[in-house]
């Protein structure tokens, strides 16, 4: 796998640089890099018909381009997951929660689950569970004189 996904590294990096060449050496049609480099002076710098061989060379550079592409992205993937455990999957599905019940069942809850509040609170965020009430002072009793 290691040295599949080298190739397709280096392939790709070869088909980049040779449609940078591709798309540099066209004849620009509005000036662009091509006059930048010297391509502005001549008509055809390689021949009469170079215009629509550089553009199928360029279509078929592409093309390769974005398969080596997709080929280096799946092999990258498959590497990355080589040496994982897929997650394993849950022991007991979860059951459904019974949701506005609370009044069907004479204001009891719904047994096996949470329900809605009775009266629909003011807001679906949870809150706090509520402090338990402090205990009552002990007081000693009067004593007799």
């Given at each position: 796998?290691?040295?599949?996904?080298?190739?397709?590294?280096?392939?790709?990096?070869?088909?980049?640089?040779?449609?940078?060449?591709?798309?540099?050496?066209?004849?620009?049609?509005?000036?662009?890099?091509?006059?930048?480099?010297?391509?502005?002076?001549?008509?055809?710098?390689?021949?009469?018909?170079t215009g629509d061989v550089l553009t199928w060379a360029t279509s078929i550079a592409f093309g390769v381009f974005l398969l080596t592409a997709i080929a280096l992205n799946r092999l990258a993937d498959a590497k990355h997951n080589e040496g994982r455990m897929p997650a394993p999957a849950a022991q007991q599905p979860m059951g459904s929660i019974p949701v506005g019940t609370a009044n069907q069942n004479g204001g009891q809850a719904a047994p096996g689950g949470p329900t809605a509040p009775a009266k629909g609170g003011d807001t679906s965020l949870p809150q706090p569970v509520p402090a338990e009430p402090a205990p009552k002072p002990v007081t000693p009793p009067p004593t007799q004189p």
């Open positions: 796998m290691g040295f599949v996904l080298s190739l397709t590294v280096v392939l790709f990096i070869l088909v980049c640089l040779f449609l940078i060449m591709l798309v540099l050496i066209q004849k620009g049609r509005g000036g662009g890099l091509a006059s930048a480099f010297g391509g502005g002076g001549g008509n055809t710098a390689f021949g009469s018909k």
